[in-house]
T-cell receptor, first 112, second 116 residues
């Protein structure tokens, strides 16, 4: 069974731009969560989607948004990029029964 | 307020010996705990988990112990192998209630080095 995939793997943007990251969960998994990893703050929860609905949200500004499609694929969008948004963005999927989340390889975003 | 803490940033052990990684938490609502292993520029890899109704869970070389009264969990790796060298994160979750779904709270990580 294929794992969680994320595209693109690397991205370079400039301040003020916006970016969209994509995540395809493990087949059959309907829950997708997004996390941001930075050296200073560690791994922080952004939001979680299930059946196209956002069920939970972390403490990030409204510039961070996401959505989920009917095939469970998810995208997250960051608008008006700031230097501090440079991070590894990870998505994780989970099935309806277990609590274990399985992570993708991440998208490394660099904001210049 | 850091709800999950890994107070040891690094740990070095000899191949074949036991590695013990520790994690403390403050939120008594956490009822599910996980350990992940991570290499640079990769996503975390799930290792083992434990529910708060248990105090021990074992999977091969990996054993997780949970002490709820102390709000402490530990990961034991026996025997340690050089391939185990990575950053280890503990994570906690409150599974009850729909508003808590999918939200893992991570510790800051412990870098384990296993020397040959």
């Amino acid at each position: 069974k294929a794992g969680v995939t994320q595209t693109p793997r690397y991205l370079i943007k400039t301040r003020g731009q916006q970016v969209t990251l994509s995540c395809s969960p493990i087949s059959g998994h309907r829950s997708v969560s997004w996390y941001q990893q930075t050296p200073g703050q560690g791994l922080q929860f952004l939001f979680e989607y299930f059946s196209e609905t956002q069920r939970n949200k972390g403490n990030f500004p409204g510039r961070f948004s996401g959505r989920q499609f009917s095939n469970s694929r998810s995208e997250m969008n960051v608008s008006t990029l700031e230097l501090g948004d440079s991070a590894l963005y990870l998505c994780a999927s989970r099935n309806d029964i277990d609590n274990e989340q399985f992570f993708g390889p991440g998208t490394r975003l660099t904001v210049l | 307020d850091q709800q999950v803490k890994q107070n040891s940033p690094s740990l070095s052990v000899q191949e074949g010996r036991i590695s013990i990684l520790n994690c403390d938490y403050t939120n008594s609502m956490f009822d599910y705990f996980l350990w992940y292993k991570k290499y640079p520029a990769e996503g975390p890899t799930f290792l083992i988990s434990i529910s708060s109704i248990k105090d021990k869970n074992e999977d091969g070389r990996f054993t997780v112990f949970l002490n709820k009264s102390a709000k402490h969990l530990s990961l034991h790796i026996v025997p340690s192998q050089p391939g185990d060298s990575a950053v280890y994160f503990c994570a906690a979750e409150t599974t009850a209630g729909s508003s808590n779904t999918g939200k893992l709270i991570f510790g800051q990580g412990t870098t384990l080095q296993v020397k040959p």
